[in-house]
């Protein structure tokens, strides 16, 4: 009896998959993590491209080129070349664990830091929850008076509110302050 082939990474499929839009916030989010050019070959391998096709013309056609290598090695693992999905597609968490493959600890650290354990369900959850109560206090200002529609909408906490209200006003388009606990409620 034969056994089954196994299935390199069966949680993978965690995560939005990504397409070419998110090319710069890929780059972006390398570069943030410390992420070494020179590195472009063995990460391209991990993510399921071909070292004998692909890879080879990518460094033909770019040669000593490092910056332009990853960026091009990147762009065919967004459109989904060669064996990338079957490493899970073009996700953050197939980067992530790409990048611990090929033992880029610092790197694949910052991506489950800042970007996978940020994503959980149950913090999306949250967020939602809190975009929720901010766009239905903003609505009661425009309401009330105390705000105009098509005027600068400012949102305005104390310093030990959570930090994920920042990152809404910033998704939103609102402009973001802290203040001492007591005076938000002050301020006009």
């Not at 070494?36 to 399921?48: D, I, Y």
């Not at 990338?84 to 790197?107: C, H, N, Q, W």
């Not at 910052?110 to 354990?117: A, S």
């Not at 901010?134 to 949102?155: D, F, I, P």
């Amino acid at each position: 009896m034969t056994a089954l082939p196994s299935l390199p990474h069966l949680c993978i499929c965690s995560g939005p998959l990504l397409d070419i839009n998110d090319l710069q916030y890929v780059l972006d989010t390398l570069n943030e993590a410390g992420f070494p050019q020179e590195g472009w070959n063995p990460l391209g391998r991990a993510l399921g491209l071909h070292g004998f096709s692909t890879l080879k013309a990518i460094e033909d056609d770019y040669p000593g080129d490092v910056q332009e290598c990853l960026r091009q090695c990147l762009v065919k693992w967004l459109e989904r070349a060669d064996s990338v999905d079957y490493e899970g597609g073009p996700r953050m968490f197939s980067l992530f664990a790409a990048l611990k493959d090929i033992r880029t600890k610092v790197a694949a650290d910052y991506i489950r830091k800042n970007i996978i354990d940020k994503d959980s369900p149950e913090l999306r959850h949250y967020r939602e929850a809190l975009k929720t109560i901010v766009r239905c206090h903003l609505t009661k200002a425009v309401v009330q008076g105390e705000a105009r529609v098509g005027s600068e909408v400012h949102l305005i906490c104390s310093t030990v509110s959570s930090k994920v209200l920042r990152s809404i006003a910033k998704v939103e388009g609102i402009q973001f302050s802290e203040t001492l606990t007591g005076f938000s409620g002050w301020v006009t």
